[in-house]
């Protein structure tokens, strides 16, 4: 038997990691949710073709996009603990770190949502942007190029969802995020969230059904994904298979099935899939289901992440 | 050049004065330390073996800290050494999840601070604290890289491990057993 017994209170670091909570999983939640908006509103475009008609909840989508992007980087920017330094992200571009690749490429993602806003955004809003002069010139001119601005939009939402899973996944240290399967869970999550809400805006009643029929794909690749997150674990080295115990009798094991699997995705669609067949009408709480289960997933892995290590730095008292 | 630690934990007695130099050097705030004591205990009663690792930042020839800052200011300088430039750290925190010997924590200035092997007394040829308080001479530090250092005389000469290899960062804290 061995006892280690480790004399360092360092707070935030002892007896366990705990420097990211809710802000950071709200910020990786409401990126993710934009991506898949960003992905619905590129793909609506590029189906619209020259009749330009697009689903009213798209419209309202195109509107909601840069102000929840906002928020998730206001909730990045309560995180920081040397918040007058924030500017720092923007003096240098670290190709290393994934963290830095994110912070430009939100930087980069606004100007594209802003033209889309321009774009398609419903008339009441549309019309009192496109009063002043330059956003009605930005606007004939994001009207030429509507299949560019519609792929760029598909290719941004993405690599903004694939982003939110590899920020935590470039992290070697952390076992249970050193996973390939995470960038395309959150990525799935993501554009799972954005059908949801895209359905709960949506009142006409076949572009709901596509909604619909789009978040029983995307919930359907979460739970593949979810499969091979565990696999992926379970046949890699001894922290991984440690650090996947934490979701099997572990400490994260009721949150985990409970909130993200049953909750936030099996019974969803399980839900719309009847839904689909008409079987059961499904209320609005359903996508509710679907964006509070989104949000689980990020805090349960941004918390359960922190709780396992690499060895070599046994939390006080540890027997093993 | 290459700077390293070499730890004996033969030597090693668990008095704490490298902790408490270290405290003392760098004025480290009430409740955090740069340096600890991790002692491990095997075997059983009455067959049992006591090792002492006094640990830090293990300055590591491939650190994901430095990889993953997305400001700069988690950097390699001289001799190898890592270290925190204040002036550009926001606080994200993502070196401290980086790093898998928890050796990073965030001072309640808001910046990240670690262990940097004393850099101020290296850069005047002096020892870090923690090396020159050691009473029983269990620390060494020089440059690796240096065939006739003490410290590359020592990993040549004994049994040597680092903590946690497996972790691919290249670790320049080298202990004795």
């Given at each position: 038997m061995t006892e280690t017994l480790v004399l360092r209170t360092n707070e935030g670091i002892d007896p366990q990691l705990h420097i990211w909570g809710w802000d950071v999983a709200g910020y990786l939640f409401l990126g993710g949710l934009v991506a898949g908006l960003l992905f619905f509103i590129g793909l609506h475009m590029r189906r619209s073709g020259a009749r330009r008609a697009l689903p009213t909840s798209v419209r309202w989508g195109a509107v909601a996009a840069p102000l929840l992007l906002g928020a998730g980087m206001f909730l990045l920017f309560l995180d920081l603990d040397l918040k007058l330094h924030v500017w720092r992200f923007y003096t240098a571009f670290r190709w290393t770190s994934p963290m830095s690749w994110g912070s430009w490429i939100l930087l980069l993602v606004f100007p594209l949502m802003l033209v889309q806003v321009l774009l398609i955004a419903p008339e009441s809003i549309r019309s009192l942007l496109v009063r002043a002069a330059p956003a009605s010139w930005a606007a004939s001119m994001a009207e030429r190029g509507w299949n560019v601005v519609a792929s760029l939009s598909i290719l941004t939402g993405v690599a903004l969802g694939i982003y939110t899973g590899i920020l935590l996944g470039a992290s070697v240290a952390r076992p249970l995020w050193s996973s390939a399967a995470l960038g395309p869970l959150f990525l799935a999550s993501g554009i799972s969230g954005a059908a949801a809400l895209l359905a709960l805006l949506e009142r006409d009643h076949a572009a709901r059904a596509w909604f619909t029929?789009?978040?029983?794909?995307?919930?359907?690749?979460?739970?593949?994904?979810?499969?091979?997150?565990?696999?992926?674990?379970?046949?890699?080295?001894?922290?991984?298979?440690?650090?996947?115990?934490?979701?099997?009798?572990?400490a994260y094991t009721a949150p985990f099935w409970g909130l993200v699997v049953v909750v936030g995705v099996a019974a969803p669609l399980l839900l719309e899939w009847l839904e689909l067949r008409g079987r059961v009408v499904v209320s609005a709480a359903v996508p509710v289901l679907v964006l509070v289960g989104g949000l689980a997933l990020r805090y349960v892995i941004v918390a359960a992440g922190q709780a396992a290590g690499v060895g070599g730095d046994a939390p006080l008292n540890t027997f093993f | 050049m290459r700077y390293a630690m070499v730890i004996d934990t033969v030597r090693c007695v668990g008095c704490n004065a490298c902790v408490v130099a270290c405290k003392t050097e760098n004025d480290t705030p009430e409740g955090f330390a740069r340096d600890w004591l991790r002692y491990v205990v095997t075997g059983t009663f009455p067959d049992l073996s006591r090792e002492i690792y006094s640990e830090r930042c293990n300055h590591c020839d491939n650190p994901p800290s430095v990889h993953n800052c997305p400001t700069g200011a988690s950097q390699i300088v001289e001799g190898g050494l890592v270290v925190v430039d204040r002036s550009k750290c926001t606080g994200c925190k993502a070196c401290v999840a980086s790093c898998p010997y928890n050796a990073r924590y965030v001072h309640p200035d808001g910046h990240v601070d670690k262990c940097t092997f004393c850099i101020h007394r290296v850069r005047k040829g002096l020892d870090p604290a923690c090396v020159e308080s050691c009473p029983t001479e269990a620390m060494t530090f020089g440059d690796v890289d240096d065939p006739d250092s003490e410290v590359s005389r020592l990993i040549r000469s004994r049994k040597v491990h680092v903590n946690n290899p497996a972790s691919g960062c290249d670790p320049q804290v080298y202990y004795l057993t």
């Amino acid at each position: 038997m061995t006892e280690t017994l480790v004399l360092r209170t360092n707070e935030g670091i002892d007896p366990q990691l705990h420097i990211w909570g809710w802000d950071v999983a709200g910020y990786l939640f409401l990126g993710g949710l934009v991506a898949g908006l960003l992905f619905f509103i590129g793909l609506h475009m590029r189906r619209s073709g020259a009749r330009r008609a697009l689903p009213t909840s798209v419209r309202w989508g195109a509107v909601a996009a840069p102000l929840l992007l906002g928020a998730g980087m206001f909730l990045l920017f309560l995180d920081l603990d040397l918040k007058l330094h924030v500017w720092r992200f923007y003096t240098a571009f670290r190709w290393t770190s994934p963290m830095s690749w994110g912070s430009w490429i939100l930087l980069l993602v606004f100007p594209l949502m802003l033209v889309q806003v321009l774009l398609i955004a419903p008339e009441s809003i549309r019309s009192l942007l496109v009063r002043a002069a330059p956003a009605s010139w930005a606007a004939s001119m994001a009207e030429r190029g509507w299949n560019v601005v519609a792929s760029l939009s598909i290719l941004t939402g993405v690599a903004l969802g694939i982003y939110t899973g590899i920020l935590l996944g470039a992290s070697v240290a952390r076992p249970l995020w050193s996973s390939a399967a995470l960038g395309p869970l959150f990525l799935a999550s993501g554009i799972s969230g954005a059908a949801a809400l895209l359905a709960l805006l949506e009142r006409d009643h076949a572009a709901r059904a596509w909604f619909t029929r789009a978040d029983v794909w995307a919930l359907g690749a979460e739970l593949a994904l979810i499969g091979a997150f565990f696999v992926g674990h379970a046949t890699s080295t001894r922290c991984h298979i440690e650090a996947i115990q934490l979701f099997l009798g572990g400490a994260y094991t009721a949150p985990f099935w409970g909130l993200v699997v049953v909750v936030g995705v099996a019974a969803p669609l399980l839900l719309e899939w009847l839904e689909l067949r008409g079987r059961v009408v499904v209320s609005a709480a359903v996508p509710v289901l679907v964006l509070v289960g989104g949000l689980a997933l990020r805090y349960v892995i941004v918390a359960a992440g922190q709780a396992a290590g690499v060895g070599g730095d046994a939390p006080l008292n540890t027997f093993f | 050049m290459r700077y390293a630690m070499v730890i004996d934990t033969v030597r090693c007695v668990g008095c704490n004065a490298c902790v408490v130099a270290c405290k003392t050097e760098n004025d480290t705030p009430e409740g955090f330390a740069r340096d600890w004591l991790r002692y491990v205990v095997t075997g059983t009663f009455p067959d049992l073996s006591r090792e002492i690792y006094s640990e830090r930042c293990n300055h590591c020839d491939n650190p994901p800290s430095v990889h993953n800052c997305p400001t700069g200011a988690s950097q390699i300088v001289e001799g190898g050494l890592v270290v925190v430039d204040r002036s550009k750290c926001t606080g994200c925190k993502a070196c401290v999840a980086s790093c898998p010997y928890n050796a990073r924590y965030v001072h309640p200035d808001g910046h990240v601070d670690k262990c940097t092997f004393c850099i101020h007394r290296v850069r005047k040829g002096l020892d870090p604290a923690c090396v020159e308080s050691c009473p029983t001479e269990a620390m060494t530090f020089g440059d690796v890289d240096d065939p006739d250092s003490e410290v590359s005389r020592l990993i040549r000469s004994r049994k040597v491990h680092v903590n946690n290899p497996a972790s691919g960062c290249d670790p320049q804290v080298y202990y004795l057993t």
